[in-house]
């Protein structure tokens, strides 16, 4: 009887093994979206930043962890600039918990009085560009991307041994009149017109 019930033991330890050794883990990559002028001082001003997580079987392929990683944040980016004109975040942008693949949109800094609200990809830009020192004077564009950067699987460009990067323009050449934003209130208090 203690044969036959070692035996059985050791069928099921035998048997769920393979569960235990494939469980699911998670690896992420550091997205930033930012906004660049040769007049900014820095030159790189940080929008936000997207938390970004994959899941894969196990250890092993962990790589295959950080490239849904980074395809979630791209995602985000992307449906974030389609955004923004509602001046909402997309869900997209907002779908990381537990141990699935997903995204969460850390904006950087609050600013209370953005015009459309704290949520405003749009709003961020200009503020950025009109409302900082060494920022723009008059009328201008500016470069808005987003960078991903972790170890393998966080991009297709290595920088260093274990060190990855990747990411896209989301506008090359994003217009901004800073005369008429600053004139209707975006660092500030309107500017009353009888208009």
Known sequence: MKHVLAASLALCLTA??????????????AITIYSSNPAFSPEHRTLATIKTQGSCQNRAKANQCRTRAYNAGKSCANDLWAARWTHTVPQSCNNLSGARTGARLQWNGIFAKLP??????????????CCRA?????????????????????????????????????????????????????????TRTNN
């Open 16 to 29: 769920f093994a393979p569960t235990l050794a494939h469980a699911d883990i998670t690896r992420g990559c």
């Open 116 to 129: 459309n609200g704290n949520n405003s990809l749009k709003d961020r830009i200009e503020h950025e560009a």
């Open 134 to 190: 060494n920022g723009l004077k008059t009328t201008g564009t500016v470069l808005v991307t987003w960078v991903a950067r972790g170890d393998r699987g966080c991009g297709p460009f290595r920088s260093k041994p274990k060190s990855f990067f990747g990411g896209a323009a989301l506008a090359a050449d994003y217009g901004v009149n800073c005369t008429t934003l600053v004139k209707a209130g975006l660092c500030g208090t309107p």
